[in-house]
């Protein structure tokens, strides 16, 4: 049964570094074609993906926010940390980690996702 | 990074009508496109994925098309249990992307 949940504060100050933790179980992410990703959504508006981290450790990053991004995993503890500095107002969303899985036998989709955190950014 | 754009943003359709929404890339993506629903307060949920494929245990009503940069979600016959925000996304590229959203309501 795989599941994932991301734990870390409800509420940041302007110009504080966010980070999120997202424990997994179920699967490892050490297996080829794994990727863990992490995507945001303010009140209302739409689906951002933000970073993902695939088996071989390789890390991707949205453009428009790469400068502010880090993602790493502990394969060791089944976790995937995002850290995100420089908090503003805008950052204010719902935060989800998801799966996915692409290879000769999976398709890709994020077919498990996080319940999701919502963290307000506000002094 | 690739851009989605969906259209419409938002549709109003009855009960047992066929729908289409529509995504576009601004590059090709073969077929590394997913549909997602979302209801208000609950979890996208993969629908769609690989451009064509229905994920386990999602209603046959649902099905997709396309590649490269032109993809559409079809729901053969809307059920009152639809109405949610559907979301595409491409996953080809290093920096993947989601659409903006369409929102599905039911006359």
């Known amino acids: 049964q795989v599941t994932l949940k991301e734990s870390g504060p409800a509420m940041v100050k302007p110009t504080q570094t966010l980070t999120l933790t997202c424990s997994f179980s179920?699967?490892?992410?050490?297996?080829?074609?794994?990727?863990v990703s992490w995507v945001r959504q303010p009140p209302g508006k739409a689906l951002e993906w933000l970073a993902r981290?695939?088996?071989?450790?390789?890390?991707f990053y949205t453009t428009s926010l790469k400068t502010r991004l880090t993602i790493s995993k502990d394969v060791s503890k089944n976790q995937v940390v995002l850290t995100m500095t420089n908090m503003e107002a805008v950052d204010t969303a719902t935060y989800y980690c998801?799966?996915?899985?692409?290879?000769?036998?999976?398709?890709?989709?994020?077919?498990?996702w996080g319940q999701g955190i919502l963290v307000t950014v506000s002094s | 990074d690739i851009q989605m754009t969906q259209s419409p943003s938002t549709l109003s359709a009855s009960v047992g009508d066929r729908v289409t929404i529509t995504c576009r890339a601004s590059q090709g993506v073969s077929k590394y496109l997913a549909w997602y629903q979302q209801k208000p307060g609950k979890v996208p949920k993969l629908l769609i994925y690989?451009?064509?494929y229905l994920q386990s245990g999602v209603p046959p009503r649902f099905s997709g098309s396309g590649s490269d940069t032109d993809f559409t979600l079809t729901i053969s016959s809307l059920q009152p249990d639809d109405a949610a925000t559907y979301y595409c996304?491409?996953?080809?590229?290093?920096?993947?992307?989601f659409g903006q959203g369409t929102k599905l309501e039911i006359k």
């Open positions: 690989k451009a064509s």
């Open positions: 981290i695939d088996w071989d450790g390789d890390e």
């Open positions: 998801a799966r996915m899985e692409l290879g000769s036998t999976a398709g890709g989709g994020f077919d498990y």
């Open positions: 179920g699967f490892s992410l050490t297996t080829p074609g794994v990727r």
């Open positions: 996304q491409q996953y080809n590229s290093y920096s993947e992307t």
